[in-house]
Structures are given as C-alpha cells and as structure tokens.
C-alpha cells in the first residue's frame, strides 16, 4: 500500500513539473504565428482614359429658329380646336417646351378693346427636342360667339395672331381665319378660349 502511494505522488509530481515547464515556454492563449504571406496586391492603376462628361442640353428654340402655321378648325363639343404649329426651320436640332402667349389682334371690341390675350394652360411634356425640319403643335381652344350675341358684347373677329415661343420676346404672326368670331371673356377666372403647352408631332 505504501509503495502504490509513493509511485502515484512521484507520478503526480512528474506530470505537474512537465505542465509547469510547459507553461512557462509559451505566454497564455498565444496563437501561433501567421505564416507570411506576398504583400497585398496594390490597387488597380487609375484609369487613364477622362470621365465620360454628361452631355449638354439641348438648346431651347429661339424665335428666329422657328415659323408658325394655323391649321383647321375642329369641332370639340360646344368649342373649336385650331392647332398652332411650330416648324424647326434652322440647320441645328432645338427643344421647344413650354406654353407660347397667344395676342389675336382685331377691330377694336367695344368692352375688351382690339387684343385678346389667350389664357396659358401650362400642359406637354417638360421637353420636345426638334431636329431640322421637325413640328411640335400647341392646341387653341375658343368659344364661337354666340348667334345672337348680347348688345354689349358683340361677336368679335381676330384678324391676325400673334405667338411668342416659351422663353423667347419676339412674337410670330399668322392669319386668323375670317369666319370665327369668338366669345371675348378676357379676365375670366376660366375663359372658355385658352391655349395648351406644346407637344411635339408624330415623326
């Protein structure tokens, strides 16, 4: 009995000196040294070739650019519809947006005087980019004057209009046809006669 118990203390006593040796050669939850690896591949180079620049806007029709036509009316319910269009007459492609302001100049009315400024109805899209040769149309909606128009306000007959382009000053002219007369309502709050935004045409 004695001697089991001498052999287990000198066994206990070997096996603790061997783990005390072996944790005083290496620090505690060391971790092994990575193996070297090549250096990390440098960035790609930068590329030489230059940004692509987003490309400039189209420029807006100037007057000069353009010439106008009025075509035939057309019926719609209780009004007529005349449609306004613009030709791109220059060498160079132009966008034109936006709204023209419409003047039909005539004898002088004896309420609203001899020009009646058309309502602007700011509708089309925010762009139509024309080539050479290219129309875009803008829609003018008018009230014919009454058959038996009251004394005060009598049926009243353009002779011309006048149209300015979006974003331009000077005006274009065509002739207005002589067998429209139209109900003036100039300052109404919703006039029966307006004209529309442009739109390009079907190529």
Same mark, same amino acid.
């Given at each position: 009995?004695?001697?089991?118990?001498?052999?287990?203390?000198?066994?206990?006593?070997?096996?603790?000196s061997?783990?005390?040796?072996?944790?005083?050669?290496? #620090?505690?939850? $060391?971790?092994?040294?990575?193996?070297?690896? +090549? @250096?990390?591949?440098?960035?790609? =180079?930068?590329? &030489? /070739?230059?940004?692509?620049?987003?490309?400039?806007?189209?420029?807006?029709?100037?007057?000069?650019d353009?010439?106008?036509s009025l075509?035939?009316?057309?019926?719609?319910?209780?009004?007529?519809?005349?449609?306004?269009?613009?030709?791109?007459?220059?060498?160079?492609?132009?966008?034109?947006?936006?709204?023209?302001?419409v003047?039909?100049?005539g004898?002088?009315?004896?309420?609203?005087? #001899?020009?009646? $400024?058309?309502?602007?109805?700011?509708?089309? +899209? @925010?762009?139509?980019v024309?080539a =050479?040769g290219? &129309? /875009?149309?803008?829609?003018?909606?008018?009230?014919p004057?009454?058959?038996?128009?009251?004394?005060?306000?009598?049926?009243?007959?353009?002779?011309?209009?006048?149209?300015?382009?979006?974003?331009?000053?000077?005006?274009?002219k065509?002739a207005?046809?002589?067998?429209?007369?139209?109900?003036?309502?100039?300052?109404?709050?919703?006039p029966?006669?307006?004209?529309?935004?442009?739109t390009?045409?079907?190529?």
């Amino acid at each position: 009995m004695s001697t089991k118990l001498t052999r287990a203390t000198v066994g206990a006593a070997v096996f603790a000196s061997a783990f005390a040796l072996a944790a005083c050669g290496s #620090p505690a939850n $060391s971790a092994a040294p990575a193996a070297s690896s +090549p @250096a990390a591949a440098s960035s790609a =180079p930068a590329s &030489t /070739a230059k940004e692509k620049q987003p490309d400039a806007p189209t420029p807006r029709c100037t007057t000069d650019d353009l010439s106008v036509s009025l075509g035939t009316a057309k019926p719609a319910g209780s009004q007529l519809e005349l449609p306004l269009t613009f030709k791109n007459t220059s060498s160079h492609t132009c966008d034109l947006h936006g709204t023209p302001g419409v003047d039909l100049h005539g004898p002088d009315h004896p309420v609203y005087g #001899p020009v009646d $400024s058309l309502l602007r109805r700011e509708t089309g +899209p @925010a762009h139509n980019v024309l080539a =050479p040769g290219r &129309t /875009a149309t803008a829609k003018i909606t008018v009230l014919p004057s009454d058959p038996n128009p009251p004394a005060e306000s009598p049926a009243w007959t353009a002779e011309s209009l006048a149209t300015i382009p979006p974003g331009q000053t000077k005006a274009l002219k065509a002739a207005w046809p002589s067998n429209i007369a139209i109900t003036r309502q100039d300052g109404a709050t919703h006039p029966g006669t307006w004209v529309d935004g442009i739109t390009a045409d079907p190529s």
